[in-house]
Protein backbone atom coordinates (compact mmCIF):
# COMPACT_ATOMS: atom_id res chain seq x y z
CA UNK A 1 0.00 0.00 0.00
CA UNK A 2 1.41 3.24 -0.83
CA UNK A 3 1.26 6.64 -2.60
CA UNK A 4 2.86 7.03 -6.44
CA UNK A 5 4.33 10.27 -7.30
CA UNK A 6 3.22 10.63 -10.95
CA UNK A 7 5.58 14.21 -11.76
CA UNK A 8 7.85 12.98 -14.36
CA UNK A 9 4.66 11.62 -16.09
CA UNK A 10 3.18 14.93 -16.05
CA UNK A 11 6.20 16.65 -16.72
CA UNK A 12 7.27 14.50 -19.75
CA UNK A 13 3.45 15.66 -21.01
CA UNK A 14 3.81 19.26 -20.43
CA UNK A 15 7.77 19.13 -22.37
CA UNK A 16 9.04 21.14 -18.76
CA UNK A 17 12.44 20.39 -17.41
CA UNK A 18 12.58 19.66 -13.32
CA UNK A 19 15.10 22.86 -12.74
CA UNK A 20 12.35 25.40 -14.92
CA UNK A 21 9.43 23.53 -13.03
CA UNK A 22 11.36 23.78 -9.62
CA UNK A 23 11.80 27.23 -10.20
CA UNK A 24 8.21 28.29 -11.15
CA UNK A 25 6.88 26.35 -8.16
CA UNK A 26 9.38 27.84 -5.63
CA UNK A 27 10.97 24.88 -4.66
CA UNK A 28 14.90 23.57 -4.80
CA UNK A 29 15.23 21.38 -7.24
CA UNK A 30 16.51 18.70 -4.69
CA UNK A 31 13.32 19.05 -3.30
CA UNK A 32 11.56 18.32 -6.85
CA UNK A 33 13.91 15.71 -6.89
CA UNK A 34 13.01 14.18 -3.73
CA UNK A 35 9.38 14.54 -4.50
CA UNK A 36 10.12 12.69 -8.23
CA UNK A 37 12.19 9.76 -6.40
CA UNK A 38 9.13 8.90 -4.07
CA UNK A 39 11.68 9.81 -0.81
CA UNK A 40 9.10 12.72 0.11
CA UNK A 41 7.31 11.40 3.37
CA UNK A 42 4.71 14.67 3.16
CA UNK A 43 4.21 17.10 0.51
CA UNK A 44 2.16 20.82 1.47
CA UNK A 45 -0.88 21.85 -0.25
CA UNK A 46 0.55 24.88 -0.79
CA UNK A 47 3.45 22.88 -2.98
CA UNK A 48 0.77 20.53 -4.55
CA UNK A 49 -1.01 23.48 -5.64
CA UNK A 50 1.83 25.36 -7.51
CA UNK A 51 2.29 21.65 -8.86
CA UNK A 52 -1.00 21.60 -10.19
CA UNK A 53 -0.86 25.06 -11.46
CA UNK A 54 2.26 25.02 -13.27
CA UNK A 55 1.24 21.32 -14.75
CA UNK A 56 -2.60 22.40 -15.31
CA UNK A 57 -3.59 19.24 -14.28
CA UNK A 58 -5.53 17.43 -11.09
CA UNK A 59 -3.72 16.50 -8.18
CA UNK A 60 -4.66 12.95 -8.81
CA UNK A 61 -2.88 13.16 -11.99
CA UNK A 62 0.53 13.61 -10.02
CA UNK A 63 -0.49 11.32 -6.83
CA UNK A 64 -1.76 7.61 -7.01
CA UNK A 65 -2.67 5.35 -4.47
CA UNK A 66 -1.46 1.94 -4.94
CA UNK A 67 -2.74 -1.41 -3.07
CA UNK B 1 24.15 41.80 30.37
CA UNK B 2 27.35 42.63 30.65
CA UNK B 3 29.04 39.72 29.81
CA UNK B 4 27.31 39.54 26.64
CA UNK B 5 26.43 36.03 27.39
CA UNK B 6 25.96 34.16 25.09
CA UNK B 7 24.68 29.83 23.50
CA UNK B 8 27.95 29.34 22.48
CA UNK B 9 29.59 30.80 25.36
CA UNK B 10 27.71 28.20 27.57
CA UNK B 11 28.61 25.26 25.64
CA UNK B 12 32.49 26.73 26.01
CA UNK B 13 31.84 26.87 29.94
CA UNK B 14 30.15 23.25 29.78
CA UNK B 15 33.43 22.13 27.74
CA UNK B 16 35.74 23.77 30.42
CA UNK B 17 33.67 21.99 33.40
CA UNK B 18 34.45 18.24 31.33
CA UNK B 19 38.09 19.43 31.26
CA UNK B 20 37.97 20.62 35.43
CA UNK B 21 36.14 17.10 35.92
CA UNK B 22 38.75 15.01 33.36
CA UNK B 23 41.58 16.65 35.72
CA UNK B 24 39.80 15.59 39.17
CA UNK B 25 39.65 12.12 37.65
CA UNK B 26 43.08 12.09 36.87
CA UNK B 27 44.14 13.15 40.19
CA UNK B 28 42.00 10.47 41.54
CA UNK B 29 43.37 7.82 39.11
CA UNK B 30 47.18 9.17 40.27
CA UNK B 31 46.28 9.33 43.90
CA UNK B 32 44.37 6.12 43.90
CA UNK B 33 46.69 3.93 45.84
CA UNK B 34 47.17 7.29 48.94
CA UNK B 35 43.21 6.89 48.88
CA UNK B 36 43.66 3.64 49.43
CA UNK B 37 46.04 3.34 51.73
CA UNK B 38 44.42 5.93 54.21
CA UNK B 39 41.03 4.12 53.77
CA UNK B 40 42.77 1.06 55.08
CA UNK B 41 44.58 2.91 58.13
CA UNK B 42 40.86 3.99 58.79
CA UNK B 43 39.70 0.62 58.58
CA UNK B 44 41.90 -0.84 61.15
CA UNK B 45 44.62 -2.60 58.65
CA UNK B 46 42.50 -4.65 56.94
CA UNK B 47 44.41 -4.34 53.29
CA UNK B 48 42.02 -6.39 51.36
CA UNK B 49 39.64 -3.46 52.10
CA UNK B 50 42.19 -1.14 50.27
CA UNK B 51 42.67 -3.26 47.14
CA UNK B 52 38.74 -3.28 46.98
CA UNK B 53 38.39 0.24 46.88
CA UNK B 54 41.43 0.42 44.36
CA UNK B 55 39.32 -1.87 42.33
CA UNK B 56 36.33 -0.07 42.37
CA UNK B 57 38.08 3.64 41.84
CA UNK B 58 39.80 2.20 38.77
CA UNK B 59 36.53 0.39 37.26
CA UNK B 60 34.61 3.51 37.98
CA UNK B 61 37.55 5.15 36.14
CA UNK B 62 37.36 3.79 33.42
CA UNK B 63 33.30 4.24 33.10
CA UNK B 64 34.03 7.74 33.88
CA UNK B 65 36.85 8.86 31.02
CA UNK B 66 34.57 7.05 28.29
CA UNK B 67 31.89 9.40 29.43
CA UNK B 68 33.92 12.30 30.09
CA UNK B 69 35.14 11.40 26.08
CA UNK B 70 31.13 11.33 24.67
CA UNK B 71 29.96 14.17 26.35
CA UNK B 72 32.95 16.18 24.95
CA UNK B 73 32.03 14.71 21.86
CA UNK B 74 28.29 15.75 22.10
CA UNK B 75 29.10 19.11 23.14
CA UNK B 76 31.47 19.52 20.02
CA UNK B 77 28.46 18.71 17.74
CA UNK B 78 26.22 20.93 19.71
CA UNK B 79 28.97 23.88 19.03
CA UNK B 80 29.08 22.97 15.30
CA UNK B 81 25.33 23.09 15.17
CA UNK B 82 24.43 19.22 15.06
CA UNK B 83 22.13 18.70 17.35
CA UNK B 84 20.00 16.20 16.30
CA UNK B 85 21.81 13.67 14.89
CA UNK B 86 21.93 9.65 15.27
CA UNK B 87 25.68 10.33 16.45
CA UNK B 88 24.00 12.35 19.52
CA UNK B 89 21.88 9.60 20.61
CA UNK B 90 24.74 7.42 20.46
CA UNK B 91 26.48 9.14 23.12
CA UNK B 92 23.65 9.51 24.92
CA UNK B 93 23.06 5.79 25.17
CA UNK B 94 26.74 5.30 26.07
CA UNK B 95 26.57 7.79 28.66
CA UNK B 96 23.43 6.54 30.04
CA UNK B 97 24.89 3.25 30.22
CA UNK B 98 28.24 4.46 32.13
CA UNK B 99 25.75 5.60 34.65
CA UNK B 100 24.49 2.61 35.00
CA UNK B 101 26.99 0.32 35.12
CA UNK B 102 28.68 2.56 37.76
CA UNK B 103 25.50 2.53 39.76
CA UNK B 104 26.15 -1.30 39.77
CA UNK B 105 29.82 -0.72 40.62
CA UNK B 106 28.85 1.36 43.36
CA UNK B 107 26.21 -0.88 44.96
CA UNK B 108 28.62 -3.71 45.00
CA UNK B 109 31.04 -1.23 46.49
CA UNK B 110 28.31 -0.35 49.50
CA UNK B 111 28.84 -4.15 50.52
CA UNK B 112 32.22 -2.89 52.05
CA UNK B 113 31.60 1.06 52.47
CA UNK B 114 28.06 1.54 52.76
CA UNK B 115 28.18 5.36 51.85
CA UNK B 116 28.76 3.73 48.15
CA UNK B 117 24.54 2.89 48.07
CA UNK B 118 24.62 6.88 47.78
CA UNK B 119 26.82 7.58 45.08
CA UNK B 120 24.72 4.40 43.52
CA UNK B 121 21.62 5.94 43.43
CA UNK B 122 22.62 9.53 42.27
CA UNK B 123 24.34 7.34 39.34
CA UNK B 124 21.27 5.19 38.22
CA UNK B 125 18.81 8.31 39.12
CA UNK B 126 21.35 10.31 36.22
CA UNK B 127 21.10 7.27 34.47
CA UNK B 128 17.89 7.10 34.06
CA UNK B 129 17.60 10.84 33.43
CA UNK B 130 19.76 10.65 30.69
CA UNK B 131 18.08 7.63 28.76
CA UNK B 132 14.87 9.89 29.15
CA UNK B 133 16.78 12.45 27.39
CA UNK B 134 18.36 10.27 24.96
CA UNK B 135 14.70 8.88 23.65
CA UNK B 136 13.55 12.62 23.49
CA UNK B 137 16.25 12.93 21.22
CA UNK B 138 15.76 9.85 19.11
CA UNK B 139 11.96 10.87 18.90
CA UNK B 140 13.00 14.64 17.71
CA UNK B 141 15.22 13.15 15.10
CA UNK B 142 12.39 11.04 13.70
CA UNK B 143 10.70 14.50 13.25
CA UNK B 144 13.72 16.29 12.13
CA UNK B 145 13.92 13.59 8.88
CA UNK B 146 9.96 13.82 8.29
CA UNK B 147 10.24 17.51 8.09
CA UNK B 148 13.47 17.41 5.72
CA UNK B 149 11.30 15.20 3.88
CA UNK B 150 8.26 17.57 3.57
CA UNK B 151 8.31 19.19 0.25
Known amino acids: ?67 | MGLNWNKDKSVVLSQVCIAVFALCLLALDIGAYRLASWFVQLRLHDWRLGALLMVSIYSGSVLAWLCLYRLWKLLGNVRRGELFVPENVRCMRVVSWCCALAAGICALSALYYPPFLFVAVAAGFMALIVRIVKNAFEQAIAMKDELDLTV
Open chain 1, 1 to 67: MEILVNLDVMMAKRKISGGELAERVGITPANLSILKTGKAKAIRFSTLMALCHELQCQPGDILEFKE
